[in-house]
């Protein structure tokens, strides 16, 4: 074993998160499911929609068939969709180019849409006990630090390094309890704020400990202005009706139902009056919200405008209108029902 594993294994049993619902399982689904949702997301923000997810579908087969709208609607709220894309995508492949028989190689989960290299290097170590080593956050910012490595961890050469030192930790056994190990200190005892090194057990290996460097390691990610784009909703209601469009698979919010958008400010009036062939409408309530993503920003202004005809729910063709009723628990983004609440 190395030095880090001879400590971590023990202490994990003793102090680890043993009580997480895919830490009680090595079915791979389950373990799948949990480390894309934890990818980017905490624990106590995953936990809930992990629980709704595998209940609706508890197996490879159950996601593979599901319709894309039943997997969106389950994500929704959870943001990074193309998440839910990717494993919706995987499970079909599994379902038909493996018979629905979860793949047990590496090669065969990297080559799955949305599983990279520690995704797969988790599901194989905790499901199948193989010598796979995991890069998650948590644990670069372990192996950064006990290796004193005060570049920042997205530099491919010092992505490259931090493989390197995965690798070479590796134990001789218990891959999984290991890893499982790395990452539960990760989460608990080498957090961002105050690492709590006094109760950490490899602190004798760590050089971030022994000089002193846990404020400035890991380095931060180079600040650099996000671009802001500016996009135009348009919140038409009729009765209890909103109109909705859907997002193409690729891009933000891919595969979820949005309001109309538009590049430009719309001339409401005629395009009212060519696309929904009605004058009887009102406009109404007008604001702006801000979303930043991770590499840009979206300024949404947003406007609400009420129409009077009925014939206009049976005329546009590329949109869909939705009782306000089914918009709470639907496939839409958190900043589409945030709107939505104020004139609901
Ligand atoms: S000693 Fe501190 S900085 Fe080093 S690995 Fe442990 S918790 Fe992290």
């Not at 539960?184 to 690492?195: E, Q, R, Y």
Request: proline fraction near 5%; glycine fraction near 6%.
């Amino acid at each position: 074993m190395s030095e880090i594993s001879d400590q971590l294994i023990p202490w994990q049993k003793k102090f680890g998160r043993n009580n997480l619902p895919w830490q009680e399982t090595i079915n791979p689904y389950l373990i799948w499911i949990s480390e894309v949702m934890l990818q980017q997301t905490q624990v106590k923000t995953v936990l809930p929609y992990y629980q709704k997810f595998i209940t609706t579908f508890p197996n490879v087969k159950t996601l593979a068939m599901a319709h894309d709208d039943s997997v969106m609607r389950l994500w929704s709220g959870l943001g990074y969709y193309a998440r839910a894309r990717n494993l919706h995508a995987s499970a079909k492949i599994i379902d038909s180019k493996f018979q629905g028989k979860f793949p047990t190689m590496f090669t065969d989960l990297l080559s799955l849409p949305g599983i990279g290299r520690s995704t797969a290097g988790a599901i194989c170590s905790l499901a199948f006990n193989q010598k796979t080593p995991i890069l998650d956050g948590n644990v670069k910012r372990v192996f950064t630090r006990v290796y004193g490595v005060k570049d920042w961890a997205g530099v491919t050469s010092v992505e490259k390094r931090l493989w390197e030192i995965a690798e070479k930790n590796l134990p001789e056994t218990k891959f999984g309890k290991y890893n499982q190990a790395l990452m539960d200190l990760g989460a608990t005892v080498c957090i961002k704020n105050k690492p709590i090194c006094l109760k950490c057990p490899i602190n004798k290996s760590c050089k971030s400990f022994l000089y002193n460097w846990t404020d400035i390691i890991p380095a931060p990610k180079p600040k650099k202005e996000k671009l802001t784009k500016v996009s135009y909703f348009y919140i038409f209601q009729c009765e209890s009706k909103f109109l909705f469009s859907k997002k193409p698979k690729k891009g933000i919010w891919g595969g979820l139902w949005s309001f109309l958008e538009f590049n430009e400010m719309l001339n409401v009036k005629q395009w009212v009056s060519k696309n929904l062939k009605t004058n009887n409408f009102s406009l109404l309530e007008k604001g702006v919200m801000t979303i930043v993503f991770t590499h840009y920003k979206l300024q949404m202004h947003y406007q609400h405008i009420e129409l009077r005809d009925l014939k206009s729910q049976e005329i546009f063709p590329s949109g869909s209108w939705h009782d306000k009723g089914e918009i709470e628990n639907g496939a839409y983004p958190t900043p589409v029902k945030k709107i939505l609440k104020k004139f609901m």
